[in-house]
């Protein structure tokens, strides 16, 4: 019984270690989780590249998913991942949703919205179009978080992406590597486009497919978000609220502008990025607990953001959003 999918990295709009409320967009960076179960019982993983990582969370993911839907089966869960670890750019969603997936697609379990295309499938994009903000037509949104969850999340009507995603989050908090579960970078990896969520709910209160280049600066350190300092990240609550409301209106652009600021001072990361882009970029901000900066807008102004950026130590890269999310790969 073997299964394959794919899920993607995602940069923040709002951090959810202030309030709950976070918000993120999915970004043109795979993870692919590859399922092979067997009756023995007990899980063992693999991170290619990285000998020595936890595997924890891609274990969790697969008994869960066993738990629910299987019949006692073990089995071996290996990771590839082009979205780097601990850099903000929610590799763990990206792992648990495609290991989720994955191992559905082991079972034979259908999921609405994930059927199977070919490796890199991705959606064309279209050409230009980078202002982020909101066209007006988010597909999901519910005043004060009252979004009802997925009716497959309760009974036995089919699966849902957005359900096998709550999975995955379930399995992130088993595993300890998250604060609030992140059911926003989850959903935004997994739906594509940016989510809105109220994260102590798991409710997805907006989604909308935005198409906008985007530039990241990755530098060496690494930060595992389970060690963020929540009680610094609590102070700029205030601010966090502001984000919601920009975000929820979507100004998704000056929201993430906002949320970087507020965040790299309650987490000690410099602001100098944000200040270089401000001039070029439509919104710049820390992406999840840092220390990767992600900045959107216009290509031709990016790339004089990036001639900065490259002067830095770490990697710079340019890439876009998605809007396909995760899928599982025949
Ligand atoms: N590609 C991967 N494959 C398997 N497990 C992963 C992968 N990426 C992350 N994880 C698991 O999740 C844990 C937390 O990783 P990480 O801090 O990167 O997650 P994150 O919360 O998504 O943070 P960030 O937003 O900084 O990427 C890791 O220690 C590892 O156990
Ligand atoms: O661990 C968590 O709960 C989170 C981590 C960061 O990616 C944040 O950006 C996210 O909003 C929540």
Same mark, same amino acid.
């Given at each position: 019984?073997?299964?394959?999918?794919?899920?993607?990295?995602?940069?923040?709009?709002?951090?959810?270690?202030?309030?709950?409320?976070?918000?993120?967009?999915?970004?043109?960076?795979?993870?692919?989780?590859?399922?092979?179960?067997?009756?023995?019982?007990?899980?063992?993983?693999?991170?290619?590249?990285?000998?020595?990582?936890?595997?924890?969370?891609?274990?969790?993911?697969?008994?869960?998913?066993?738990?629910?839907?299987?019949?006692?089966?073990?089995?071996?869960?290996?990771?590839?991942?082009?979205?780097?670890?601990?850099?903000?750019?929610?590799?763990?969603?990206?792992?648990?949703?495609?290991?989720?997936?994955?191992?559905? =697609?082991?079972?034979?379990?259908?999921?609405?919205?994930?059927?199977?295309?070919?490796?890199?499938?991705?959606?064309?994009?279209?050409?230009?179009?980078?202002?982020?903000? =909101?066209?007006?037509?988010?597909? =999901?949104?519910?005043?004060?978080?009252?979004?009802?969850?997925?009716?497959?999340?309760?009974?036995?009507?089919?699966?849902?992406?957005?359900?096998?995603?709550?999975?995955?989050?379930?399995?992130?908090?088993?595993?300890?590597? %998250?604060?609030?579960?992140?059911?926003?970078?989850?959903?935004?990896?997994?739906?594509?486009?940016?989510?809105?969520?109220?994260?102590?709910?798991?409710?997805?209160?907006?989604?909308?497919?935005?198409?906008?280049?985007?530039?990241?600066? %990755?530098?060496?350190?690494?930060?595992?978000?389970?060690?963020?300092?929540?009680?610094?990240?609590?102070?700029?609550?205030?601010?966090?609220?502001?984000?919601?409301?920009?975000?929820?209106?979507?100004?998704?652009?000056?929201?993430?502008?906002?949320?970087?600021?507020?965040?790299?001072?309650?987490?000690?990361?410099?602001?100098?990025?944000?200040?270089?882009?401000?001039?070029?970029?439509?919104?710049?901000?820390?992406?999840?607990?840092?220390? =990767?900066?992600?900045?959107?807008?216009?290509?031709?102004?990016?790339?004089?953001?990036?001639?900065?950026?490259?002067?830095? %130590?770490?990697? %710079?890269?340019?890439?876009?959003?998605?809007?396909?999310?995760?899928?599982?790969?025949?």
């Amino acid at each position: 019984m073997y299964g394959e999918a794919a899920a993607l990295g995602a940069g923040t709009i709002l951090n959810a270690l202030s309030t709950g409320m976070g918000s993120a967009f999915a970004i043109d960076a795979e993870t692919t989780a590859r399922v092979e179960l067997d009756d023995s019982g007990t899980v063992d993983g693999e991170i290619a590249g990285v000998p020595d990582a936890d595997t924890r969370l891609i274990r969790r993911a697969v008994e869960r998913v066993v738990e629910r839907f299987g019949d006692g089966e073990g089995g071996h869960v290996r990771t590839e991942s082009e979205v780097p670890m601990a850099a903000g750019l929610k590799s763990s969603s990206a792992a648990a949703n495609a290991t989720v997936l994955a191992t559905l =697609s082991a079972l034979d379990v259908p999921v609405e919205g994930a059927e199977p295309r070919s490796a890199g499938g991705a959606e064309p994009r279209s050409a230009g179009g980078a202002e982020p903000r =909101s066209a007006g037509g988010a597909e =999901s949104r519910s005043a004060g978080g009252a979004e009802p969850r997925s009716a497959a999340d309760a009974t036995d009507a089919p699966l849902d992406r957005e359900a096998a995603c709550r999975i995955g989050v379930e399995a992130a908090r088993d595993a300890g590597v %998250t604060v609030t579960g992140a059911f926003d970078d989850a959903s935004a990896s997994m739906l594509g486009g940016v989510t809105v969520t109220d994260n102590d709910a798991d409710d997805l209160l907006a989604r909308e497919a935005v198409e906008w280049d985007v530039l990241v600066w %990755t530098p060496a350190a690494r930060a595992f978000s389970a060690d963020a300092d929540v009680e610094r990240c609590a102070r700029v609550a205030p601010m966090a609220r502001l984000v919601a409301d920009l975000a929820l209106d979507g100004r998704y652009g000056a929201a993430m502008t906002v949320n970087g600021l507020a965040f790299s001072a309650a987490l000690e990361f410099p602001t100098e990025p944000a200040v270089e882009a401000m001039p070029h970029a439509a919104g710049v901000s820390l992406s999840g607990t840092g220390p =990767s900066v992600v900045a959107v807008g216009d290509r031709e102004e990016l790339e004089q953001v990036c001639e900065r950026w490259n002067q830095r %130590t770490g990697d %710079t890269w340019m890439t876009t959003t998605r809007t396909d999310g995760a899928r599982v790969i025949e």
